[in-house]
Structures are given as structure tokens and as C-alpha cells.
């Protein structure tokens, strides 16, 4: 166990305007774990997910990914060197087709210039023909090859959160981050969501780093857990550990009391 | 692919039968130099709409300033073909590199800015370059440039085809899908990989180098260009094209360009009623037809089932 | 004695591109628009007051009065009719309305009275005192009070009356202060109907200080006001009053030093380089899109 970490996360924090979103957060992700950041709402999940895709650049602490440090680095720099997310919010590209949704994933492994594609030289077949095939292969992984021609908005909601999937690991990702990717789903959806998760992780080697708000959901398929609450790391272990920690107790409980309210 | 292929030739075959139809019509004197005038205006037209296209219709980045690049590339080639005695094949040339250039000095700093604050990025760059041009005496000042007549019918086609052929061969490439992706999520194709910035500033490039080009044929069928030609009232009568074509159509915008183009012609000694109307169908689509008369579909989408290649953004008739 | 001359004359210009900024400011801060169409309610606003005095005779006060009234109605008038129901658009279709709504107004107007333009009468008594060697007319000096007058009545109703306290609320959060009570849609047109009334007084002021109105009178000072707005931190009351006063007196220096023809070019600068460098304005506080 006492390989490299893919991802180390140590004494990252960051302020907006005095407020501290998040302070002092460590993590350290292996190869082909499974891990699940969780957290009542406002806690700052989102905000480690964009601190580690370098949407925001931490102020204080370090993000090392593959033995490199990559905080500060442009997202689709971040993006190229390995990580790759879905949102919280499905933000696919409503108005192009399932297809050309993932294609655009393909964008940086291809190479032919503008040029080559402005005048249609050789080098532009060759490398437009080869990105239709690879999209098409992983379409139909993800059984999404029939909707091809589909614009991503008509899709239904469950097709749009595989989509997104699909797309971020057409990315060609070793490390995916899935932000809430069960959100909004019955529970068959979920359940198909948690296999089809564990599936690619197989599949494409990945290490996974999932936030959810539902601890329920997580306990089932992650290795370990990583509790946030106000932009700290409140616990970390097992699920079992994580469980019967009483200030994730206490986080939650807090929780209940005021959506209770709402 | 090899069907594909074909119908990208079959269209380019059709646009010539149809140059050459019009030519022989000129060459016979059916068609008036009014006309002849009517169709150049045309072609300049469609050129500066669909340049615009490719910034606001593909890659999503609101200019309001295209009337600038229009001025360089006008003043340009003017000077080259008046002042230095160039051909006017390479004025032409030289105009629309000039506007790329400008493009790029200007889209750099400007394109990391959003929404309306691009808007009026752009805008003012467009009158600084209005402004400097008034100050230059080489230029005329606001008397403005005397310019020979060089633009026919022929080279004004020519410019038309290269202008559609480059940008719809980007937009249907890995480039103009990253473009499209940045105008439908801009936080989501960074998160894919893609250099919002690059792509941005090379869609305003190449948007620019077109309305330099266009900025060429203008002077050129004009005898006289002078900065009051280039306000802000320009750069409206082309972002109209393109919004009432539909934002993210190109044919959208090609049919409008020759709509309006038709409608101001006739309008030409009615210029406040020209404006009403203008403005009138700018509310009026925004507020019951916001995605124009053609949304981002094509003009091919609609045979598209049968027979053609579809055109559409992302979709390529030679991959 | 020739900078602290340059300087009151910038006071006065920028006092009016402050008057027009407060309208940009207030309507964008409440629904993140900017209203193009300010500039043209500002034209109006001068032509009110120039028929109000040419024709029936009124003193600049009753004038000044009548086009703020004129201008409230107006400005009220448009939101509804153009702006209300682009609220969930995008950004950009609202803008697209906006400079359609601009030239509208104006090309409207040129069709109805032509684009000729007019000669505003003398209202007031025109005197020059001697302070320290500046040259301060009776009119500038009135314009001055009543720019600033109007600004302090401006941020009293803001933070000391109900309707003040709702434009505030709605301009920071409009779906929280719809779940309070508050009538949003009240509050905007309240909004525009302030801020229109400001652009009607600069309009009046504008066509007294240099004289002479044209359909097209609202562009370049529409703009500037803008760039007022922007450079203050677009959405901040007090922002648009210095930014205002900033504009003037940078163009007039501008003037001054022999490059009249560029002074336009200087308000475009001064717009792009904050827009690159501090886009959040002078008194802005940055902020960056949700993820």
C-alpha cells in the first residue's frame, strides 16, 4: 500500500474575500482507489474539485498530481496532464450532437492545425476519420451510440448525466473527479450509476474521487471517505470509521435540524 | 465519404454555373450596373455576416465592433492601390492581413472579457480605430480617401466563395467544434481540454481578416471612403444580419444578408425609414424570435434526410 | 490659473456624464442590463425641455421639472414594453434589444421633426465672477448646484426611504426579495423611472451649458456615461459620480493640450484599460462566475 499517490493534496486553502471556503485540506488519492468526499451542503466539496481542476487556484498549500504540481495550472492544462470531472450541474454542450459532445473531449489528442483543416489537406481526414471512430467505439460502451445525432438537450435527464461521464473519460483521464453524479436520480438510476461507475473504473484503470451529499450512497462503493464540513476535513477513514465519527455525526445531525427547518 | 466529397464539389460547381451565368448577363448588358451594383453589395454583405458569424454565431463572443476591422481593411487597400501603386488583387490581400493583425491585438486582451463587457470592449476598439484614421492626413482626415473603382463583379464572387469555403471548413473541423463548445459552455470546454482563449482569439483572427477583405471590396466600388462610414451604425447593420439569420446559422446569415441588402436598396433614399425598420426587426426578433429565422439549423438540414450533407457545426461533408 | 480654469470646466462636463452614468448604474445593478437606450432618454429629456422653453415659455426650473417627469414616464415605458420580458433571456438578447430600442428612438424621432438641429434658448442669466483668476459663469456654477443637488436627493431616496431600501434588496438578490414582499417588478421600473429623471435633468442642463441639440445628441454622451459608470465600478452609485467627474476632466485636459480631435479616443482607452485591468471598476469588488 505504500505506493505513490496519484494525487497529493496537502494544506490547500482558499479565501474569497476573507471568507474561507476551505482550509488546510489533505487527501491523498492511489492508483485505482475509489473515494468519496462528502459533506453537508455549503461544506466546500465543490470547491476542492475546483481547486484540484485548477478553476480556482488555491492561496496557500499544494496540489501534486503524478509527481508534478500542478496548482495554478489553466484548467484544460489540468485536463490534459490527467484529470478530468463532470459538474454538479450537468453542463453539457446543450446544442451539439452526443456525438460531436464527445469529440470535443477528443479535441487535444488529435493534431491536424487549422490550416490543414481550413484547406482540407490529408492530414485533416486522416485525424477527423480517427477521432469518429474512437467517439463511435466509446459511445457504444456507454449505449449511447443510437443518440448519436441527437442533440445532447433532447436527451433524457439520466442519458445527460451518462453523457457527461462520457465524455469527461473521453478526456482520456487517470484520475475522474464526479461531482453529485447521482443527483437528481430515482433510485434504480442510481443504482445502474453505481454499477456503470464501478465498471469504468475497471475498465479504464481510473482512480475516482466522487463527492456526494447522500452519505447513504457512498457507503456502499467507496474504499474511503473524506468528510468536509465549513472548508475543513473533519474525518477520513473506512466507511464503518467515518460513520460512527461523532463530528460527522454532529455535521449531519446540524444539517437535518436546519433542512428541517427550510 | 466518397458521396460526401462529391456534394462539396456539386456545390462548388453550382456557385460557378451561377457566377458564370450572372458574368455572361453583365458581359450582355442584361443586367444594368445598377444591378451589378445591387449583387457586389450583396457579396460584401454576406462576407461581413458570415465573418461575424463565425464570432458570434460559432465561438459565441459578443462583437459589436466589426465596423473596424471593415475600416482597416478599407483604408489599407485604398492606400495601397492609391498611394503605393499595388495591384489590387494584393491591396486586397494586404487589407484583410492588416485586419487579422488588428484582430489579434485587439482580441487578446479583450476576448478574456465576457458578455456585454466584451461588447463594449469591441465597440470602443472599433471607434479608436474610427478615430485614428479621422487623425491621419496621409488618409484625408474626415474628408476622407479618393479610390479608384476596382471591385467587380468577378472578384467580389471570388472573395464571397473563399470566405464560405474557409469558414465553414473550420467550423466543421475539431477547431470549429471547440469554438462551438466554448459558445455552449465555456467552463465545460475548458474542463475538456480545450484552450478557450486560443480558440477564441483564432475564430476573431480569421472573423477579421474577412471583414478586411470585405473593407477592400468596399472601397474599392465606393470612389470614396471616409471614417464616418466605419461608426457604430456600420458595425449595427452587420450584427443584424447575423442575429436575424439566427445565431449559429450560416446560411441563416447569408439569407439575411441578401434580404436586407435587397430591402435598403430599396430603401436607399429613405434612410431614417431604412433605420426604423432595422431597429424595429432587431426588437421584434429578439423579443418573439430570439433565435433568429433560421435558430442554428442550416439550410441543408432541411434536405438533409434524403440526399445532402448536412453542413451543420460539427458535422463534416469530408471526414 | 489656466489647469484650476481647465479643471472647473471639466467639473461641469464630467457633472453632467455623472447625471447620465446614475441611470447605467441603477439599471444595471437591478437587472445586469446596460440600458443603451439611456443615451436617447437623455435626448429626449433635452428636447422636452428645449419645446418647454421655446415654446410655452417656461423658466429652466419648471423646465427642468417638466423633461425629469417626461423622461420617468418614458423610461418606465420602454422597460415595460421592451425590456420586461426578456428578464430570462440571455444577457446578450437583452443587449441586442437594448441597441435596437436606442436606434429606434432616435430614428423615430429624425422621422418625426427631422435631423436638423435646434438652438436652446438662454434661460438663465449669464455672468462671469472672477475667482482667482478662473473664469466661473452664473450658468455653469447653477448647473453645478443643481447636478449636485440632485445626485444628494438621488442617495437619500436610495438609503432613507422604503422604495430605496427595496431597490437595494432587489438588486442583490431579486428572487430573495420576492419571497420578502418586495414587488420587483415595482422596484425595476421605480428604478428606471430615477434613473430616467436623472438623464432628463443632464439632457436640459446639456442643451443650456453648450447650446445646441440634435437627434443624435445621446450617443457620444450616452456612451461616456457609460464608460463613466464602468470606470466607477458599473452598479455603484457613488462609482458613477466619480467616475463621471474622472471622464470630464480627463477629456477636457485631453482638450486643453492641444488634442481636441482625440478626445473621444481618450474615453475609449480609459474604457478598455479598465475593462482589461480592473474590469470590476474603481470601486468594484471582483467577482467570478459560479461553478
Known amino acids: 500500500m505504500e505506493a505513490r499517490p496519484i494525487l497529493h493534496v496537502s494544506q490547500v486553502g482558499i479565501n474569497f474575500g476573507g471568507l474561507k471556503a476551505v482550509d488546510g485540506f489533505n487527501l491523498k488519492l492511489y492508483p485505482g482507489g475509489l473515494i468519496g468526499l462528502i459533506g453537508p451542503n455549503g461544506a466546500g466539496k465543490t470547491t476542492v474539485f475546483n481547486l484540484l481542476t485548477g478553476v480556482y487556484t488555491p492561496t496557500e498549500g499544494d496540489i501534486v498530481f503524478n509527481g508534478e504540481r500542478i496548482n495554478g495550472l489553466a484548467p484544460y492544462k489540468v485536463t490534459r496532464k490527467g484529470i478530468s470531472r463532470t459538474f454538479q450541474n450537468v453542463r453539457l454542450f446543450n446544442e451539439q450532437s452526443v456525438l460531436d459532445n464527445v469529440k470535443v473531449a477528443y479535441h487535444s489528442l488529435a493534431s491536424h492545425s487549422i490550416f490543414s483543416s481550413i484547406f482540407r489537406l490529408r492530414s485533416h481526414f486522416i485525424g477527423e476519420k480517427e477521432m469518429e471512430a474512437k467517439a463511435l467505439a466509446f459511445l457504444r460502451i456507454f449505449q449511447l451510440d443510437k443518440v448519436k445525432d441527437e442533440k445532447a438537450k433532447n436527451l433524457p435527464y439520466g442519458g445527460q448525466r451518462r453523457l457527461e461521464i462520457a465524455r469527461a473519460l473521453a478526456a482520456g483521464p487517470k484520475l ?50 473524506s468528510v468536509l464540513d465549513h472548508g475543513l476535513l473533519i474525518a477520513e477513514g473506512t466507511p464503518n470509521e467515518v460513520q460512527n465519527h461523532p463530528k460527522v455525526i454532529e455535521a449531519y445531525l446540524g444539517e437535518e435540524v436546519v433542512s428541517s427547518h427550510a | 465519404m466518397l458521396k460526401k466529397v462529391s456534394t462539396f464539389w456539386l456545390a462548388i460547381v453550382l456557385a460557378f454555373v451561377f457566377y458564370g451565368v450572372v458574368q455572361l448577363l453583365i458581359l450582355n448588358g442584361f443586367l444594368n450596373p445598377f444591378y451589378t451594383n445591387t449583387l457586389i453589395f450583396i457579396c460584401i454583405n454576406i462576407i461581413l455576416a458570415v465573418s461575424l458569424h463565425l464570432v458570434i454565431g460559432i465561438t459565441g463572443q459578443f462583437s ?11 483604408y489599407i487597400s485604398a492606400i495601397m492601390t492609391m498611394k503605393l501603386d499595388m495591384p489590387f488583387s494584393f491591396a486586397l490581400f494586404a487589407g484583410g492581413i492588416v485586419a487579422a493583425l488588428a484582430g489579434l491585438v485587439v482580441g487578446i486582451p479583450s476576448l478574456r472579457l465576457r458578455g456585454d463587457y ?9 471607434e479608436i480605430i474610427r478615430i485614428i484614421f479621422l487623425n491621419i492626413d496621409y488618409v484625408g482626415g474626415a474628408a476622407g480617401m479618393q479610390v479608384t473603382h476596382a471591385t467587380t463583379w468577378t472578384t467580389s464572387f471570388l472573395c464571397l466563395i473563399l470566405t464560405i469555403v474557409v469558414i465553414v471548413n473550420f467550423t466543421n473541423s475539431r477547431h470549429g467544434r471547440a469554438c462551438i463548445s466554448i459558445r455552449e459552455n465555456e467552463i465545460a470546454a475548458d474542463a475538456m481540454g480545450i484552450n478557450t482563449t486560443y480558440y477564441k482569439v483564432a475564430a476573431f483572427v480569421i472573423g477579421s481578416f474577412f471583414a478586411g477583405i470585405a473593407g477592400g471590396l468596399y472601397a474599392h466600388n465606393f470612389y470614396i471612403i471616409q471614417p464616418a462610414n466605419f461608426g457604430f451604425l456600420k458595425s449595427f447593420d452587420i450584427l443584424i444580419l447575423v442575429v436575424l439569420g439566427g445565431l449559429g446559422s450560416l446560411s441563416g446569415a447569408v439569407i439575411s444578408a441578401i434580404l436586407l441588402t435587397v430591402v435598403s436598396t430599396f430603401l436607399q433614399e429613405l434612410p431614417e425609414t431604412r433605420m426604423i425598420i432595422y431597429s424595429l426587426v432587431l426588437v421584434l426578433v429578439m423579443l418573439y424570435r430570439p433565435q433568429g429565422l433560421m435558430g442554428t439549423r442550416e439550410i441543408t438540414d432541411y434536405f438533409g434526410n434524403w440526399k445532402w450533407k448536412r453542413v451543420k457545426g460539427g458535422n463534416q461533408y469530408g471526414g | 490659473m489656466e489647469w484650476l480654469q481647465q479643471l472647473f470646466n471639466g467639473i461641469s462636463l464630467g457633472s453632467i456624464y455623472a447625471l447620465i452614468a446614475l441611470g447605467y448604474t441603477m439599471v444595471y445593478g437591478i437587472i445586469k442590463l446596460i440600458n443603451f437606450a439611456h443615451g436617447e432618454v437623455f435626448m429626449i429629456g433635452s428636447f422636452t425641455g428645449f419645446y418647454a422653453i421655446a415654446f410655452w415659455g417656461l423658466g429652466f426650473f419648471p423646465a427642468l421639472i417638466l423633461s425629469m417627469a417626461v423622461c420617468a414616464v418614458f423610461g418606465v415605458l420602454i422597460e415595460r414594453v421592451a425590456y420586461k420580458r426578456l428578464r430570462d433571456s440571455t444577457r446578450i438578447a437583452a443587449l441586442i434589444t437594448a441597441i435596437g430600442v436606442s436606434l429606434l428612438i432616435q430614428y423615430v424621432v429624425i422621422y418625426i421633426r ?29 448647473i453645478l448646484v443643481v447636478s449636485v443637488v440632485l445626485m444628494i436627493v438621488l442617495q437619500f431616496i436610495v438609503h432613507r426611504t422604503k422604495i430605496g431600501k427595496a431597490m437595494r434588496a432587489v438588486s442583490y438578490d431579486p428572487d430573495a426579495a420576492k419571497l420578502m414582499g418586495i414587488n420587483v417588478n415595482n422596484t425595476i421600473s421605480a428604478t428606471f423611472a430615477i434613473g430616467s429623471a436623472l438623464a432628463g435633468a443632464a439632457g436640459v442642463i ?9 437627434p443624435l445628441m ?41 488634442f481636441s480631435l482625440w478626445r473621444d479616443a481618450a474615453a475609449f482607452i480609459i474604457l478598455i484599460l479598465i475593462l482589461i485591468f480592473r474590469p470590476s471598476g474603481i470601486f468594484g469588488k471582483n467577482s467570478k462566475e459560479k461553478v
Not at chain 3, 207 to 212: A, F, L, N, P, S
Not at chain 3, 227 to 244: E, M
Request: aromatic share 8%; charged share 15%.
Open chain 2, 118 to 126: 466584451l461588447a463594449i470592449a469591441t465597440l470602443g476598439f472599433a
Open chain 3, 218 to 258: 445621446g450617443v457620444i454622451p450616452g456612451l461616456k456615461a457609460f464608460i463613466a459608470a464602468v470606470l466607477g465600478g458599473i452598479g455603484i452609485i457613488p462609482g458613477a459620480v466619480i467616475g463621471g467627474f474622472v471622464l470630464g476632466i480627463v477629456e477636457t485636459v485631453v482638450s486643453a493640450l492641444g
Open chain 3, 206 to 214: 446639456f442643451g443650456v451649458y453648450y447650446t445646441k441639440i440634435d
Open chain 3, 114 to 142: 427631422g435631423a436638423q438641429p435646434e438652438a436652446y434658448p438662454n434661460v438663465l442669466p449669464n455672468r462671469s465672477f472672477d475667482v482667482f483668476g478662473v473664469q466661473i459663469s452664473s450658468q455653469s456654477l447653477l
Open chain 2, 64 to 74: 459589436i465592433g466589426h465596423a473596424g476591422f471593415l475600416a482597416l481593411g478599407a
Open chain 1, 176 to 225: 475522474l473527479l464526479l461531482d453529485e453524479p447521482a443527483a437528481g436520480m430515482n433510485p434504480q438510476e442510481t443504482k445502474d450509476l453505481m454499477e456503470l461507475i464501478s465498471f469504468i473504473r475497471e475498465q479504464f484503470n481510473l482512480t475516482i474521487l466522487l463527492i456526494e451529499h447522500d452519505m447513504k450512497l457512498v457507503m456502499g462503493i467507496c474504499e474511503r471517505i
